[in-house]
């Protein structure tokens, strides 16, 4: 009729024409799916690497936070050592943090776990449903970090520590928790909260009634 075409939607223009980063960023999520599945080889019975999967659970509950948690609770409630409680206080700081952050990131991003994962996880709470970022990677990152920083140790032991938490977070993406992103950006992050932890280290002098009650 001659009558002008009326513009196309919004949303319709911006599938027409996406932009470069969009593309990127779509084919990066693709290539980044493809890869976490294809390194998934422990995330069934059935998988390429199936029989390994009981030795790969293991090392899910190396990294998981309740261990880390009580086992460092009950270290400070034994403690008799000013410093090592001194210690022992900021771990526990640090593992809370590192609870509260993955916490708080899953819920924001609401990423889904990849659809190769079993839910048989090592006791899990509301958010675990979600797959970014990898509190395993984030907490085996600053855990590392803090225990190479506050330890003595002879050398092939820092090595180890070091090895666990490249294995930690390797082996979230061989039984199928997470894909590849999930674990590098856990990685950064666990990385990151160590420095906040360090900013606002506590010490008798920065907050005395709390090592009072020790």
């Known amino acids: 009729s001659g009558a002008a075409a ?23 999520l693709a290539i980044d799916l493809w890869a976490s599945k294809r390194l998934g080889v422990c995330a069934g019975e059935g998988s390429a690497w199936g029989s390994a999967r009981p ?32 210690v022992l206080l900021n ?20 990423r889904p776990r990849p659809t190769h994962n079993k839910m048989d996880m090592f006791v899990t709470i509301s958010v675990d449903k979600y797959s970014f970022p990898s509190g395993h990677a984030t907490r085996a990152a600053l855990v590392c970090r803090f225990v190479l920083r506050h330890l ?22 061989m039984l199928g928790r997470h894909n590849m992103t999930d674990v590098l950006f856990g990685l950064l992050l666990g990385y990151a909260l160590y420095g906040v932890v360090e900013h606002c280290w506590l010490s008798p002098a920065t907050v005395p009634a709390l090592f009072a009650l020790w």
């Not at 911006?14 to 084919?27: C, D, E, T």
């Not at 771990?91 to 609401?110: H, I, Q, T």
């Open 6 to 28: 009326a513009p196309l939607p919004e949303e319709d223009c911006m599938k027409l024409n996406p932009s470069f980063v969009g593309i990127a960023l779509s084919s990066l």
């Open 55 to 86: 030795l790969m659970k293991v090392i899910e509950v190396s990294g998981h936070g309740i261990p880390w948690l009580l086992g460092t609770f009950y270290g400070l409630c034994q403690s008799d050592s000013s410093a090592a409680r001194e």
């Open 91 to 110: 771990l526990l700081f640090a593992l809370l943090l590192d609870l509260v952050m993955v916490a708080v990131v899953k819920g924001l991003v609401k």
């Open 152 to 173: 003595v140790l002879a050398v092939p032991l820092r090595v180890l520590v070091v090895l666990w938490a490249l294995i930690v977070s390797i082996s979230r993406v």
